[in-house]
């Protein structure tokens, strides 16, 4: 019954993008496609295992209840596989060789978060906010190529589009709750309470956006 309360609702769409998704493997689409949709399934596999690790998984390994580990780690999956997708699909070849360097500096950070400064069991701010501003920046360089591009598709049927805009506006509107979370925890715990219902609507934007995007082929630029 859990999965029914309201800050649960994100999973509908997510899950339908997961079995959506799939169609990127069997048509065939190019590498990009593809990688952004293992990253949707791989969304969903750590959503089920962290909802469901404080109630029951976490008995099966004795461990704890704290489930902080999981989405630690995927921050670090998911943003090696965002950091792939747009090696892939920006052209400049300045950022094609700057992206590759900066991807592997803030992993390392995000590796050294998770094992030694703060550990998998606490929030990891510093691969949260790092990463956070990178595919941000990232997003701002996709969009910039979009409006330069010489070629014509139709923005709102193509995936990427779609994908673009939903991980920016996830991460553009949790950044500064996020860089403020320790201040608001010591002065007026109220204020991190209120960014649990803004996370439970973005995650629905990011979810729904995602499944949009798969409900659409990929769009190959026309001559202007």
Same mark, same amino acid.
């Given at each position: 019954?859990?999965?029914?309360?309201?800050?649960?609702?994100y999973?509908?769409?997510?899950?339908?993008?997961?079995?959506?998704?799939l169609?990127?493997?069997?048509?065939?689409?190019?590498?990009? *496609?593809? &990688? *952004?949709?293992c990253?949707?399934?791989?969304?969903?596999?750590?959503e089920? !295992?962290a909802?469901?690790?404080?109630y029951?998984?976490?008995?099966?390994?004795?461990?704890?209840?704290?489930?902080?580990?999981?989405?630690?780690?995927?921050?670090?999956?998911?943003?090696?596989?965002?950091?792939?997708i747009?090696y892939?699909? &920006?052209?400049q070849s300045?950022?094609?060789?700057?992206?590759?360097?900066?991807?592997?500096?803030?992993?390392?950070?995000?590796i050294?978060? *998770?094992?030694?400064i703060?550990?998998?069991?606490?929030y990891n701010?510093?691969?949260?906010?790092?990463t956070?501003?990178?595919?941000?920046?990232?997003?701002?360089l *996709?969009?910039?190529? &979009?409006?330069?591009?010489k070629?014509?598709i139709?923005?709102?049927?193509?995936?990427?589009?779609?994908?673009?805009?939903?991980?920016?506006?996830?991460?553009?509107?949790?950044?500064?709750?996020?860089?403020?979370?320790?201040?608001?925890?010591?002065n007026?715990?109220r204020?991190?309470?209120?960014?649990?219902p !803004?996370?439970?609507?973005?995650?629905?934007?990011?979810?729904?956006?995602?499944?949009?995007?798969f409900?659409w082929?990929?769009?190959?630029?026309?001559?202007?």
């Open positions: 019954m859990r999965f029914l309360k309201h800050e649960y609702f999973l509908v769409p997510l899950m339908l993008s997961a079995i959506f998704c169609k990127a493997f069997r048509q065939k689409w190019p590498k990009h *496609y593809r &990688l *952004y949709a990253m949707v399934i791989i969304t969903l596999v750590t089920l !295992i909802i469901e690790w404080p029951e998984l976490h008995s099966l390994f004795n461990s704890s209840q704290n489930n902080f580990w999981i989405y630690n780690l995927f921050i670090i999956i998911r943003f090696g596989l965002l950091c792939a747009f892939l699909i &920006l052209t300045i950022i094609k060789k700057i992206l590759p360097l900066a991807a592997i500096g803030i992993l390392i950070i995000g050294l978060d *998770y094992t030694i703060h550990g998998p069991l606490q701010t510093y691969s949260m906010v790092i956070h501003v990178c595919i941000i920046t990232l997003c701002f *996709y969009f910039q190529q &979009l409006l330069q591009e070629g014509a139709l923005i709102h049927k193509e995936p990427m589009v779609w994908m673009a805009l939903s991980i920016f506006v996830y991460h553009a509107v949790s950044l500064p709750f996020l860089m403020m979370l320790g201040f608001f925890n010591i007026d715990i204020l991190t309470l209120l960014f649990f !803004i996370n439970e609507i973005l995650n629905f934007f990011l979810c729904s956006c995602y499944l949009i995007s409900l082929k990929p769009q190959y630029l026309q001559p202007r």
